[in-house]
Structure formats: C-alpha cells, structure tokens
C-alpha cells in the first residue's frame, strides 16, 4: 500500500515480521515533504518501536487474521489449541507465547494470531478465573489492612493475594496486569 | 442550540464555531481592504497548478482541483490589476492529520510594489496584522466561554532558517550544497527521525537523477526531517505569545520565490509560525518565467522519479509570467488560524461540519 493510506491498526509486514501501527501522526512541514510518525508494536514479540515514513513510500500489508481457540494440552515445548467448531487443533511453539502460558487453562478460549497462515502468538481475554492450588491458611475477618501473601494457582503462576484467601478458592486475575483482582464466589 | 456540540466530533459547539469563523473572515476581510487590497474569487476548477514538491492535486472531471489560487492571482497582477487578495478553498490530496485536511481555506494576497523593491517585510506585517485582528476578533466572539486559549502573540521574531538549521545539526550550510555534498548529512537527519531507508535507497544519492532535480529532492527531505524533529520543539520552547517568521530559505526550497541577488544562495521567502504552527508561507514572487519553469521541470523530475503521473505544466501562467510586476505575496491557513485563536489544537475542532 501506498504510505498515504496508512491508519491506526494498519498491519505491516517489515522484514518478514508482523507490526501494527498504534499510533499515528501526519506532519508536513512548509512545502515540505509529509512524514507519517508512528509508534509501531511487533504483533509477535509485543515490542513497541518509532518508525517515520516519507510521502511517497510504500509498505507491504501484513497477511495477519485472528481466530478463536481453546486451550487443550501443553507438550513442554509447545501448546495445543483446538477451533471448538470445526475441531481443528494448532500448535503454538511455547517460545511464542511468551508469558501468557502461565495463564493457559482447559478450555480457555484466546485469539491465537496467524501470520502467513502460520499460528504466531496468542491473545488472552483480559480476566481469568483460576482456582488457588497452594498457600498460606486463610485469616478470616482481615479484609482491611491490605496485607497480602503469596499464592500458587493451579497453573503454577504465582501472585500476591489478600490474607483471607485459601485453598480452592476462585480468583479473578486480570491477564494484563497479572494482578489478583477479587474473589470469585460459585 | 445553545450548548450543542457539532457532530464532527469534540471541540466548540457548532453556534460558536460559526461565531468564531464570522468573526475571523470578517476580521480577514477588514485587515486586507484597510490595506488597499480588493478581495477576488478566482476559478477553483483549474487546467494546472503550480508544480511543488510532495502536494498533490486532486482531480476534477478533465481539470485539477486548485491547490492554490496562485497562479490564477498572479495572472491578475501580470494584466494590472493591482494589489488583491482572495479566501480561497483549496484542496490537496492525501493531506491528512491533526493540522491537515484535504479541503482548507487559504487567504492568499499579493502587494504590487511596483518599482520599489521592500522585499518580503511588508508580507510578514501584513502576516502579524491578520494575526492580531483575528485573534481579536474571535476572542470577543466567543468571550471567555473558551478558556485556554493562547495569548495572541504580542512579539515577532525573525529567524535565519540556514543558520539555524546549521547551528542545530553542527554544520555550516550555504543553501546550494548539492545532494551528494547533503547525503551524509541527510543520512544522520533520517536515522534521528526514525527513518529506515528502503533497500536500495542509501549510498549515493538518488542515483540517476539530474543535478538539480536531486539537489530539490535532498533539501526537500532534509527540511522536513529537521522540521519535525529538531525545528518544532524549538518552536514550542519559545514564549507562547512569540511569533515566528522564518526567512532566508536555501535556494534549493525557493519555490515560486525570488533568489536574493546579493549572493543567490538563498530565496526571498519566510514562514511565519504561531504557538509552534505554521501559518503562512511569503515570497517576493519571481518573475522570471524561464527560470520558474525550470524549477517547475525539476519537480516534474521528481514526481517522475518517485512514480507519480504527470501534470500539466502551467503554460498559460508561464506565458504570462513577464508581465508580473514586483510583488510580495503571501499565503496563510486560515482554518488553522482559527483553531489557534480558538485555543483548539485540531482543525476538526473548530471545522464548520
């Protein structure tokens, strides 16, 4: 595509990686020359560099589609994902999915993102619910003070939770944050 | 309605935006015809415009869209009529950002000095006046209900464009270098812009283009870098009630200016900038129409090079062009005129739909 007909989330291919712009700034100055300043993130590494372009550059569209799968199983160097429609399975190598493994569950559905028809990366929904699989015993009536211990989930991510919280309790924790946000009651 | 908000998104309500557009082209208007300038309306279905670097008609039919009414104006001044000056809507393609719209309103007008040669300060205190009064005029429309508003600006600076760009980038620049004489330097400008060259474009320079032609594309680029990386956060550490004109102007970006004839490395051209936006763009007009179509060559080379369709040269100007008295000219946006005096720092904000 032509640089004039680059927007916020235009995806780019640049040197054989996937970037989409997030932001976005046209300036000309005086009978200049337009520069088009964006701020671009690598759809699979997640890294967020500047880039400008001239009037009159060309870019190359990125072949990128985001599709929705549920988690099945982990093999230790990769993770199996299965489209719940059509019961076709896909494999993202764990290297690509980076720290959002510690978030994969049974069944938990995420946009897994394909680059040239090839899985690339993984998007989780920004909450999660996950049982406590190990901590400390919980303190009743301590809801207050804002203390706070550790605690093991059972996908064997670790975060800080408040002192009442035990055993098999349901937490809700925001993916993007990694942070505990409340107790989920059944 | 009162406190009705215009669809075309945040900013002022529609009522104070057709007070403060009133208020402006009034105050335009009273400016210009105070000076003995007679307001024209020239055709904005043209057969050509004026061939520039990187601004791109729009078509219309078999005709462009006029990107400027320039050459319209001048041809006026060659056939005697006198100094004048015109609102013009303007359109230009792919212009599009916070200070850009493809369709814009410029006030365009012309001093016929006819023998006397003041150059190009009579267009910048003309800049400065229009400034003033329309600061003035929408600040009293819209009272205080727009607060934030920035002060109209109260000094005027005149800046020397080479010496500052040299100064900034730790060079000395005479405003003729050539491009290969630029490239290192133009190299280092793209680099701290966050300019990745595309395969094939580094090394020497524009391989294959005319002297002259590369000469116009390297200054081109290399003034638009420095402007957006380096110029700009100048501008906004000045005072915000200090104006701006920027002059002497490398030969190379001389436009549809005069080369000053002591040294004819630099053009009789300025910019003014108001709270770090451009506003307005003066030449004391050239006048000689072998060396005009010349420069409008070189730009056809570049369009060429770079793989845009051809325009037409502006013969019926070029014709005529001999005839143009000595005059200063100048072009200023007045829709971002508006949003400065506005206090809005978009042009959607203060736009009538």
Same mark, same amino acid.
């Given at each position: 595509?032509?640089?004039?007909?680059?927007?916020?989330?235009?995806?780019?291919?640049?040197?054989?990686?996937?970037?989409?712009?997030?932001?976005?700034?046209?300036?000309?100055?005086?009978?200049?020359?337009?520069?088009?300043?964006?701020?671009?993130?690598?759809?699979?590494?997640g890294a967020v560099i500047d880039r400008?372009?001239?009037?009159?550059?060309?870019?190359?569209?990125?072949?990128?589609?985001?599709?929705?799968?549920?988690?099945?199983?982990?093999?230790?160097?990769?993770?199996?994902?299965?489209?719940?429609?059509?019961?076709?399975?896909?494999?993202?190598?764990?290297?690509?999915?980076?720290?959002?493994?510690?978030?994969?569950?049974?069944?938990?559905?995420?946009?897994?993102?394909?680059?040239?028809?090839?899985?690339?990366?993984?998007?989780?929904?920004?909450?999660?619910?996950?049982?406590?699989?190990?901590?400390?015993?919980?303190?009743?009536?301590?809801?207050?003070?804002?203390?706070?211990?550790?605690?093991?989930?059972?996908?064997?991510?670790?975060?800080?939770?408040?002192?009442?919280?035990?055993?098999?309790?349901?937490?809700?924790?925001?993916?993007?944050?990694?942070?505990?946000?409340?107790?989920?009651?059944? | 309605?009162?406190?009705?908000?215009?669809?075309?998104?945040?900013?002022?309500?529609?009522?104070?935006?057709?007070?403060?557009?009133?208020?402006?082209?009034?105050?335009?208007?009273?400016?210009?015809?105070?000076?003995?300038?007679?307001?024209?309306?020239?055709?904005?279905?043209?057969?050509?415009?004026?061939?520039?670097?990187?601004?791109?008609?729009?078509?219309?039919?078999?005709?462009?869209?006029?990107?400027?009414?320039?050459?319209?104006?001048?041809?006026?001044?060659?056939?005697?009529?006198?100094?004048?000056?015109?609102?013009?809507?303007?359109?230009?393609?792919?212009?599009?950002?916070?200070?850009?719209?493809?369709?814009?309103h410029l006030i365009e007008w012309y001093?016929?000095?006819?023998?006397?040669?003041?150059?190009?300060?009579?267009?910048?205190?003309?800049?400065?006046?229009?400034?003033?009064?329309?600061?003035?005029?929408?600040g009293a429309a819209l009272g205080d209900?727009?607060?934030?508003?920035?002060?109209?600006?109260?000094?005027?600076?005149?800046?020397?464009?080479?010496?500052?760009?040299?100064?900034?980038?730790?060079?000395?620049?005479?405003?003729?270098?050539?491009?290969?004489?630029?490239?290192?330097?133009?190299?280092?400008?793209?680099?701290?812009?966050?300019?990745?060259?595309?395969?094939?474009?580094?090394?020497?320079?524009?391989?294959?283009?005319?002297?002259?032609?590369?000469?116009?594309?390297?200054?081109?680029?290399?003034?638009?870098?420095?402007?957006?990386?380096?110029?700009?956060?100048?501008?906004?550490?000045?005072?915000?009630?200090?104006? *701006?004109?920027?002059?002497?102007? #490398?030969?190379?970006? $001389?436009? @549809? /200016? =005069? &080369? +000053?004839?002591?040294?004819?490395?630099?053009?009789?051209?300025?910019?003014?900038?108001?709270?770090?936006?451009?506003?307005?763009?003066?030449?004391?007009?050239?006048?000689?129409?072998?060396?005009?179509?010349?420069?409008?060559?070189?730009?056809?080379?570049?369009?060429?090079? *770079?793989?845009?369709?051809?325009? #037409?040269?502006?013969? $019926?100007? @070029? /014709? =005529? &062009? +001999?005839?143009?008295?000595?005059?200063?000219?100048?072009?200023?946006?007045?829709?971002?005129?508006?949003?400065?005096?506005?206090?809005?720092?978009?042009?959607?904000?203060?736009?009538?739909?």
């Amino acid at each position: 595509m032509d640089v004039s007909d680059l927007k916020k989330n235009s995806k780019l291919e640049i040197d054989g990686q996937p970037w989409v712009v997030t932001d976005f700034q046209f300036v000309k100055p005086g009978k200049g020359q337009g520069l088009y300043k964006c701020k671009i993130k690598n759809m699979i590494t997640g890294a967020v560099i500047d880039r400008t372009w001239r009037s009159g550059e060309r870019l190359t569209d990125a072949d990128v589609e985001s599709r929705k799968f549920e988690f099945l199983f982990s093999t230790g160097d990769a993770y199996t994902f299965m489209d719940s429609a059509t019961y076709e399975q896909v494999e993202l190598q764990a290297d690509l999915a980076g720290d959002e493994a510690k978030f994969l569950m049974d069944n938990l559905s995420v946009d897994i993102l394909f680059y040239n028809g090839r899985p690339v990366g993984l998007t989780l929904p920004s909450h999660v619910t996950m049982e406590v699989a190990q901590c400390e015993p919980g303190v009743k009536g301590d809801t207050a003070t804002g203390a706070t211990k550790g605690a093991t989930l059972q996908t064997g991510y670790e975060v800080q939770v408040p002192l009442f919280i035990k055993i098999g309790d349901k937490l809700k924790i925001d993916t993007r944050t990694g942070a505990y946000v409340e107790r989920v009651n059944d | 309605m009162p406190g009705e908000v215009s669809a075309a998104g945040d900013g002022l309500a529609t009522r104070d935006r057709v007070l403060a557009w009133d208020a402006a082209l009034a105050a335009v208007r009273g400016q210009l015809r105070a000076a003995g300038l007679r307001e024209v309306s020239t055709s904005i279905r043209v057969d050509a415009v004026a061939l520039e670097p990187w601004i791109e008609p729009l078509a219309s039919g078999e005709k462009l869209l006029a990107t400027s009414p320039e050459l319209a104006m001048k041809r006026l001044l060659c056939r005697g009529g006198g100094s004048m000056f015109q609102i013009a809507h303007v359109f230009r393609a792919a212009e599009r950002g916070a200070q850009h719209s493809e369709e814009f309103h410029l006030i365009e007008w012309y001093r016929d000095q006819q023998a006397r040669l003041e150059g190009i300060t009579p267009g910048m205190q003309d800049v400065e006046r229009i400034v003033a009064a329309v600061f003035e005029a929408v600040g009293a429309a819209l009272g205080d209900r727009v607060r934030e508003r920035l002060p109209a600006p109260t000094r005027w600076r005149r800046v020397n464009l080479l010496a500052l760009m040299g100064e900034t980038l730790g060079v000395q620049l005479v405003g003729n270098e050539s491009a290969e004489a630029l490239a290192p330097l133009l190299d280092r400008v793209r680099a701290a812009g966050g300019v990745v060259l595309a395969a094939g474009e580094s090394g020497p320079h524009h391989l294959g283009l005319g002297p002259d032609v590369a000469r116009l594309l390297a200054w081109t680029e290399l003034f638009s870098l420095w402007s957006a990386h380096t110029f700009d956060p100048w501008l906004a550490g000045l005072p915000p009630d200090v104006g *701006v004109h920027v002059e002497r102007f #490398p030969a190379s970006l $001389a436009a @549809l /200016a =005069e &080369l +000053e004839p002591d040294e004819r490395c630099t053009a009789a051209r300025f910019e003014s900038h108001v709270g770090g936006i451009e506003l307005a763009n003066g030449y004391r007009e050239l006048r000689d129409p072998v060396e005009q179509r010349r420069r409008f060559e070189h730009v056809a080379g570049i369009r060429a090079h *770079v793989g845009l369709p051809p325009l #037409p040269m502006p013969d $019926a100007f @070029l /014709a =005529e &062009l +001999e005839a143009m008295p000595a005059s200063v000219g100048v072009a200023l946006g007045l829709d971002r005129l508006v949003a400065l005096a506005c206090g809005q720092p978009r042009l959607d904000q203060i736009r009538l739909l």
